[in-house]
């Protein structure tokens, strides 16, 4: 189960994504929003309290630029969202940092791109190893 949500200045990419990823099977939890005026900080909490309880395996975050809407869910203990403009960046945030959230922009990456970089992401094992030593230390930063 995956969650996703936006603000509205990501909302059409949402949409998008949506349809891509229900052609494809993945069950998704939307989270909003309905092409309403919403702020990002409020969307971040829905989604990543999915991720976070186990509810949901891993999320989708769209915002304008994806920058407000990935520094709101990292301030959620247990979610390690990743910003990616690309496939190969969410390829190495989840074999290296085990990244569990996927922000992006809504009016920085397009479609068709934006669903590539989703499909990359949601199929990317963590390879663990000396990369989950160094996750364990990045997430004892949380209490501190």
């Known amino acids: 189960m995956i969650a996703i949500g936006s603000d509205h200045g990501g909302y059409a990419l949402k949409c998008e994504l949506v349809k891509h990823l229900a052609e494809q099977g993945v069950e998704l939890v939307d989270c909003g929003c309905n092409g309403e005026t919403a702020d990002y900080p409020d969307i971040a909490e829905k989604v ?4 976070a309880g186990g509810e949901c395996e891993k999320a989708i975050l769209i915002c304008g630029t994806g920058i407000g809407i990935s520094m709101s869910a ?31 922009g809504g009016r920085v990456v397009g479609g068709g791109l934006a669903c590539n970089i989703a499909d990359v ?23 501190k």
């Open 121 to 143: 992401f949601l199929s990317t094992e963590f390879e663990g190893g000396r990369h989950a030593v160094r996750v364990d230390k990045m997430m004892k930063l949380e209490g």
């Open 48 to 51: 990543c309290a999915k991720v």
């Open 74 to 104: 990292n301030k959620i203990k247990g979610i390690r969202a990743a910003l990616c403009t690309d496939e190969y960046s969410a390829k190495f945030t989840r074999l290296h940092n085990d990244a569990n959230v996927l922000c992006m």
